[in-house]
């Protein structure tokens, strides 16, 4: 029996399986083997630009909050910040209790890009430090305002395309303990999710390479 040699569908899902387990130890890995203070650093929270609806984040006194402005395509996911200010108010038209100008964008121009790149979701990172004396249960107005210019396919050509960023999202103080829940909910999902489910497609991907279906005779 040939069994790393030809393609078949019980093959398949055994890789997926051992892929899936894999997911799920590193899953492990992130809960049993970081600090608290490396958990809640490295907890990356996603912001859609192309949603109308309020999104909400998490965030903790005198932490980390690392955000993801998800939105626009471009070649190679590459763009140029232009004036990004992001703004923390306990309420609307209240003075700012953070402002952040200028947030670093590397510009997408000094890099050497050909219209055969792949076309890339543009990320655009946040890594602030939240005041200290921010009360849990707080709920702080955020707003991202700017614009972006990034390289867009024209052909065999590329193209600049600008787009203004106007985005309002709401920030939850919590706890630290509280946001420790809010980093391992991810990890515990996968978890929950890759190990039996690696183990079904690993089970069944043996048996029916093992012990294939036979052939219905021909009436």
Same mark, same amino acid.
């Given at each position: 029996?040939?069994?790393?040699?030809k393609?078949?569908? #019980?093959?398949?899902? =055994? /890789?997926?399986?051992? &892929?899936?387990?894999? $997911? !799920?130890?590193?899953?492990?890995?992130?809960?049993?083997?970081?600090?608290?203070?490396?958990?809640?650093?490295? $907890?990356?929270?996603?912001? #859609?630009?192309?949603?109308?609806h309020? +999104?909400?984040?998490?965030?903790?006194?005198? %932490?980390?909050?690392?955000?993801h402005?998800?939105?626009?395509?471009?070649?190679?996911?590459f763009?140029?910040?232009?004036?990004?200010? &992001?703004?923390?108010?306990?309420?609307?038209?209240?003075?700012?209790?953070?402002?952040?100008? *200028?947030?670093? /964008?590397? !510009?997408?121009?000094?890099r050497?890009?050909?219209?055969? %790149?792949? =076309? !890339?979701?543009?990320?655009? #990172?946040?890594?602030? %430090?939240?005041? +200290?004396? &921010?009360?849990?249960?707080?709920? =702080?107005? /955020?707003?991202?305002?700017? @614009?972006?210019?990034? #390289?867009?396919? *024209?052909? *065999?050509?590329?193209?600049?395309?600008? /787009?203004?960023?106007?985005? +309002? $999202?709401? &920030?939850?103080?919590?706890?630290?303990?509280?946001?420790?829940?809010?980093?391992?909910?991810?990890?515990?999902?996968i978890?929950?999710?890759? $190990?039996?489910?690696?183990?079904?497609?690993?089970?069944?991907? @043996?048996?029916?390479?093992?012990?294939?279906?036979k052939?219905?005779?021909?009436?």
């Amino acid at each position: 029996m040939n069994f790393f040699q030809k393609p078949s569908t #019980p093959l398949l899902l =055994i /890789a997926f399986g051992i &892929l899936l387990i894999v $997911f !799920g130890l590193v899953s492990v890995y992130t809960l049993t083997e970081r600090t608290e203070v490396e958990l809640i650093n490295g $907890f990356v929270q996603r912001i #859609p630009l192309d949603q109308d609806h309020t +999104s909400k984040i998490y965030g903790s006194a005198g %932490q980390n909050l690392n955000l993801h402005i998800v939105g626009m395509r471009s070649v190679g996911g590459f763009y140029s910040g232009e004036g990004l200010t &992001l703004t923390l108010r306990e309420s609307t038209g209240q003075a700012p209790i953070l402002l952040t100008e *200028n947030l670093h /964008a590397p !510009g997408w121009q000094e890099r050497s890009l050909s219209p055969s %790149q792949r =076309i !890339g979701e543009i990320i655009i #990172p946040i890594n602030i %430090q939240l005041p +200290s004396d &921010l009360m849990v249960g707080s709920q =702080i107005h /955020a707003e991202l305002i700017g @614009a972006v210019s990034y #390289p867009i396919k *024209n052909g *065999n050509s590329l193209l600049e395309e600008h /787009a203004d960023i106007s985005r +309002s $999202f709401a &920030l939850e103080v919590v706890s630290q303990e509280e946001l420790l829940k809010q980093v391992r909910k991810r990890p515990v999902w996968i978890m929950s999710v890759s $190990f039996p489910l690696s183990l079904a497609l690993i089970v069944l991907g @043996a048996r029916a390479e093992l012990y294939p279906a036979k052939p219905r005779p021909k009436s």
